[in-house]
């Protein structure tokens, strides 16, 4: 009963997000948290600063920006990409492209909330079940380069032994995370 009443939910939220207008990131937390096992405070502790983390941003050395539409911080990611740097977070999580785009269909897929949230949440709890501790969870997830970097490693290993399992859809190996012929946006905005 309880798998079929999260199965509902999952098909739902999207719709409910989209027409709440706000919340996406808190709402994809709890959903995807309980679905995880992940405690919602960790997800956000991860999200960042704000109660309300926007799904629209694009964080480039340590630098977030926030956007008013999808589309544009789309278009910035596709941007940021094209120029060359392949080491950018995008969405609610701040999940990073170079470390964990390829479990995602395209990166329109990554700024999606609830796909964002279950991947944070998924690989937050391996995190867990290798540290033992949620504080140091969210410090693996932010260290690129220290001790907690150590355990990133084997995490990101176990999750590369079968990408599609921990995003949702897409068939599996569906090609580039950048299509081919790609527009997106300019704008240094």
């Given at each position: 009963?309880?798998?079929?009443?999260v199965m509902?939910?999952?098909?739902?939220?999207?719709?409910?997000?989209?027409?709440a207008?706000?919340?996406?990131?808190?709402?994809?937390?709890?959903?995807?948290?309980?679905?995880?096992?992940?405690?919602?405070?960790?997800?956000?502790?991860?999200?960042?600063?704000s109660?309300?983390?926007?799904?629209?941003?694009?964080?480039?050395?340590?630098?977030?920006?926030?956007?008013?539409?999808?589309?544009?911080?789309?278009?910035?990611?596709?941007?940021?990409?094209?120029?060359?740097e392949?080491?950018?977070?995008?969405?609610?999580?701040?999940?990073?492209?170079?470390?964990?785009?390829?479990?995602?269909?395209?990166?329109?897929?990554?700024?999606?909330?609830?796909?964002?949230?279950?991947?944070?949440?998924?690989?937050?709890?391996l995190?867990?079940?290798?540290?033992?501790?949620?504080?140091?969870?969210v410090?693996?997830w932010?260290?690129?380069?220290?001790?907690?970097?150590?355990?990133?490693?084997?995490?990101?290993?176990?999750?590369?032994?079968?990408?599609?399992?921990?995003?949702?859809g897409?068939a599996?190996?569906?090609?580039?995370?950048?299509?081919?012929?790609?527009?997106?946006?300019s704008?240094?905005r």
């Amino acid at each position: 009963m309880r798998r079929t009443v999260v199965m509902l939910l999952a098909a739902l939220l999207p719709q409910a997000l989209a027409a709440a207008g706000e919340g996406y990131c808190a709402r994809a937390a709890l959903m995807a948290g309980e679905e995880n096992g992940v405690p919602r405070e960790v997800l956000m502790e991860v999200a960042g600063d704000s109660a309300d983390p926007s799904p629209w941003r694009v964080t480039v050395d340590g630098r977030s920006q926030s956007f008013d539409a999808r589309d544009t911080a789309l278009g910035r990611a596709y941007h940021v990409f094209r120029e060359g740097e392949e080491s950018f977070a995008v969405g609610c999580f701040r999940v990073d492209f170079d470390l964990h785009g390829r479990h995602f269909a395209s990166l329109d897929e990554m700024f999606d909330p609830l796909a964002n949230a279950r991947y944070a949440a998924r690989f937050l709890a391996l995190l867990h079940d290798d540290l033992g501790d949620w504080d140091k969870a969210v410090a693996a997830w932010r260290d690129r380069t220290g001790d907690y970097a150590l355990a990133l490693g084997p995490a990101l290993e176990t999750f590369r032994e079968a990408p599609r399992a921990v995003s949702r859809g897409g068939a599996p190996g569906a090609g580039s995370l950048v299509p081919l012929g790609a527009t997106g946006s300019s704008d240094e905005r």
